[in-house]
């Protein structure tokens, strides 16, 4: 089976950096469309940039980034960078942001959307801007990074 017939080739080698290079220009050099490789280092993520590697994947990074967004606010779920300067984050309504949409104003605010809502088990999608959002409701949101780090100073205080 060759490389070329494989959408993405991901190589995770973690501690021998000298394989985890040699694995990636094999699989460039065999007609991999997409290679992913993993680094533990900014150094390494650079380096197998240069080889070839299509997107390098830093877990251990991306990790510690996530714990210290979710410590630094305790009602951000989640959040997810998309790679163009936004990020989607999941945040848990509290009384700060309970009330409807239209007077509340997030993207006039924040320069965040709502892209859902969920509640008791039902989602609402896109939902309109008579829509309340209540405590305890469970909301997604889009925005640019600098708008979503305006959102969770807001909410830390």
Same mark, same amino acid.
Not at 27 to 56: F, N, P, T, Y
């Given at each position: ?9 991901? @190589? +995770? ?5 000298? +394989?985890? @290079?040699?694995?990636? &220009? +094999?699989? !460039? ?6 290679? @992913?490789? !993993?680094? !533990?280092?900014? $150094?390494?993520? /650079?380096?197998?940039? *240069? @080889?070839? +590697?299509?997107?390098?994947? *830093?877990?251990?990074?991306?990790? =510690? ?17 998309? =790679?163009?300067?936004?990020? &989607? ?10 009330? *409807?949409?239209?007077?509340? /104003?997030?993207?006039? /605010?924040?320069?965040?959307? &709502?892209?859902?809502?969920? /509640? ?12 309340? $959002?209540?405590?305890?409701?469970? &909301? ?9 780090? !305006?959102? *969770? ?5």
């Amino acid at each position: 089976i060759g490389c070329s017939n494989f959408d993405a080739i991901i @190589i +995770a080698i973690g501690e021998n950096f000298e +394989a985890n @290079i040699l694995a990636t &220009v +094999a699989a !460039k050099s065999l007609g991999a469309q997409h290679v @992913i490789s !993993k680094a !533990k280092d900014l $150094l390494s993520a /650079r380096v197998l940039e *240069r @080889i070839g +590697a299509d997107m390098v994947i *830093r877990p251990e990074h991306d990790m =510690g980034v996530r714990l210290a967004g979710q410590l630094s606010s305790p009602t951000v779920i989640d959040a997810l960078e998309m =790679g163009d300067g936004h990020e &989607v984050i999941e945040v848990e309504i509290s009384a700060k942001l309970c009330g *409807r949409l239209a007077e509340l /104003r997030l993207p006039n /605010r924040f320069g965040v959307q &709502v892209i859902t809502v969920s /509640r008791n088990g039902e989602i609402t999608v896109s939902p309109h801007a008579d829509f309340v $959002l209540q405590d305890g409701d469970m &909301v997604l949101l889009v925005g640019h990074s600098e708008a979503i780090d !305006k959102l *969770r100073t807001y909410l830390a205080d």
